[in-house]
Structures are given as C-alpha cells and as structure tokens.
C-alpha cells in the first residue's frame, strides 16, 4: 500500500484489488491528479490475472465520494481559463467511461454520502452496493451547474420520470430508491461491509453477493410515482414547476419550492440533457454532450455564484443570472449543446455512433 497521506491508495489482497478514496476531510472529493491513478490502476488491474475484482471505497465514516474538486473548478472559471477544468472533465468522463465497459467485477460500496463525481466512479460498476447510510444524490442545479459524469445517462434510464425529479431537484435518495431509480444493485447493512469485503479476497463475487445481501428499508419513492411522473412528464421547467405547485400534495409543494432556489438556466439546460439523453443511445454519447454542456457551463455566472454561495460563503443566498425560468431563452439553452470542433471529447466513435442509430 502506498503512504496514507496519498489523495488514493491501492493495495491488493487475495483476488480483489481495491481502491480507497483517501480525502476524508474533503469527503473523497476527485482531484484531478486522483482520476488519473484510478484509471491507471484499472488498466494494469484489466490485464493483470491475478486480480479478479476491484473494489472502490471512500476513507473515513461519512461517504464515498462528495464529487469533484468543484472549488477547484469555481477558481478556474473566475479567475482563468477554463481549460484546468476542462482538462480534468476529459480524463474523469473517460475514467466513468472505463468503469462502465470494465472486463472485471468492479464493485463499489457507496455507503454515506455519494454525489457528483462520487457517483460517476460509483454506479457505472457492475455490482453497486448501498447501506442504510447511503445518500446518493446529483445535486449540480443548485450550484448552477448540470449533472454530468455520465449522470444524465443513468437518470434517463430512470422508472418514469423519477430521474427528471432527481436531475431538477438535486434531492437525496436512500437505499432502497437508489435500487429502484437503478443506481444501485443490492443492499449490505453497514455493519456487514468489512466481512464483506474480506470475503471478496477469498471467493467469488456471486458467493459473496449470495451471502452478504439483505432486503433494504422501506424507500419513499415508490409512493410518489403518481404525482413524480405526471407533473415531471411536461415539456417545460415552467409547466413542470406549475403542475407541482398544483397538485396540493405536500411533497409536490416542497419539491415546486426547491426548483424555485435553483438555477433557472441549469434547470433549463438539465431538462434538456436529460430529454436528449434518452434518445442518444450508448453512455459514451451521453459523456461527449455532457462534455459539452460542462465546458459551456464554465462561461456562465451561474457557475461561479452557485459555488460561492453553497461552498465557499456558504451564505446559500445564490444570486442568479438571469434569475428567473421565464428569461432563459431557447437559443441560451441551445448555446450548451454546441458542437465543440477539435475540442470534442470524443469517446463515442463511428462504431458507437452506429449502435446508437439501431
């Protein structure tokens, strides 16, 4: 194992090879520097016999993974150029790309907090384990950003319109909803992820999945379909926020209000992603428009004053611009999606380009 004040560790035991996110002040936020041995470590692992799993955790006892260094990301968008941010964005949607094609059992134990760029390096594995402690979440809109790392792809594929909740609202979701919105695969009690993980040295994934996996809580989505999936299903932010605030239920009300504090230029452009997503086909696709949507994001105000607000001064009084859904035009929308010539990610090549046509 390398020394523990390194940003990651890697260390192998038996047949599992495992990633240990090592920033528990920071709750595991990705530096950019962090990415890069993550993808490294799995291509060695991918062409290494002896390691059969990999395992990825968060250090400390509150999450996996909070999301990218997004102070980082405010720094470079107020005071430079964008291309730090852009830079690391490329090396992280290829890394969420890789975990998603991974050859091997790449399992992931999302226990705590896991958000952002947490669940990017989380729910694209093949075996996504939650706990009783899990809170997973997208919460970008609130700090005037859109959710990427392959985000928009996995809520897409959401039950109904339960990731356009997600998506808009930024809300938190437990166990049992993380399952049911397909974020997650099975349910281990915290108590049980140390036996867990010693197993996974000696025996099989299936064994141990067998063994260790236990029906979760009682989630609260699934009685929230009926209003979640009408009022979500309009063609617009403004009519969704209307249907909300009219269907009289208080969970409707409540989450009408939260729109109401986000962004109303990443709402837009979220619904938008989101909309495209389902349509584009393979996750790699998904990733180039995210890229895109990321990088036109750094050029907004919304971005830096979302940072500020929620992170940095922490006064959660964002001041938007333009502040209100009805100001944000189509063509602003539009501007997002725009083809990036010699900068495009690129991870969709024609092969993908074909499936997706299928």
């Not at 192998?12 to 495992?18: I, K, L, S, Y």
């Not at 092969?351 to 997706?356: F, H, K, S, V």
């Amino acid at each position: 194992m390398t020394g523990t004040d390194e940003p990651v560790l890697f260390h192998t035991t038996g047949r599992a090879a495992h990633i240990t996110l090592n920033r528990p002040r920071a709750l595991n936020a990705l530096t950019h520097t962090m990415v890069r041995r993550i993808d490294e470590a799995l291509t060695a692992w991918e062409h290494d016999p002896a390691v059969e799993t990999v395992v990825i955790t968060g250090a400390g006892e509150r999450g996996l993974c909070a999301g990218g260094d997004i102070r980082a990301v405010h720094d470079d968008a107020r005071d430079g150029d964008g291309t730090a941010s852009a830079a690391f964005w490329r090396d992280e949607y290829h890394l969420n790309a890789h975990i998603a094609r991974y050859p091997k059992p790449y399992v992931s134990l999302m226990d705590g907090i896991v958000m952002g760029g947490g669940v990017g390096i989380s729910a694209h594995g093949s075996v996504r384990i939650v706990t009783e402690r899990s809170r997973v979440a997208m919460p970008e809109t609130g700090i005037g950003f859109v959710p990427d790392v392959g985000g928009t792809y996995l809520l897409a594929l959401a039950p109904g319109e339960l990731g356009t909740h997600l998506a808009l609202t930024g809300a938190q979701i437990g166990a049992a909803d993380a399952l049911l919105c397909g974020l997650a695969d099975h349910y281990v009690p915290s108590a049980a992820l140390g036996a867990f993980v010693d197993d996974l040295a000696e025996l099989p994934v299936p064994d141990v999945l067998a063994w260790h996996v236990q029906p979760p809580p009682q989630g609260e989505l699934s009685d929230q379909r009926e209003w979640i999936d009408s009022c979500y299903a309009a063609g617009t932010v403004e009519e969704i926020a209307h249907r909300l605030f009219a269907h009289g239920g208080p969970e409707a009300k409540e989450a009408a209000e939260t729109l109401m504090a986000k962004s109303p230029t990443a709402l837009k452009v979220t619904l938008a992603a989101l909309r495209r997503a389902r349509r584009l086909g393979p996750l790699e696709r998904v990733l180039d428009q995210e890229y895109r949507v990321s990088c036109a994001a750094l050029r907004t105000p919304d971005l830096v004053e979302g940072v500020r607000a929620q992170i940095i001064d922490k006064d959660r009084d964002p001041h938007w611009s333009p502040a209100t859904l009805v100001e944000v035009s189509d063509a602003e929308v539009e501007r997002f999606f725009a083809p990036l010539g010699n900068r495009e990610l690129g991870l969709a090549g024609p092969g993908l380009a074909q499936e997706a046509a299928w």
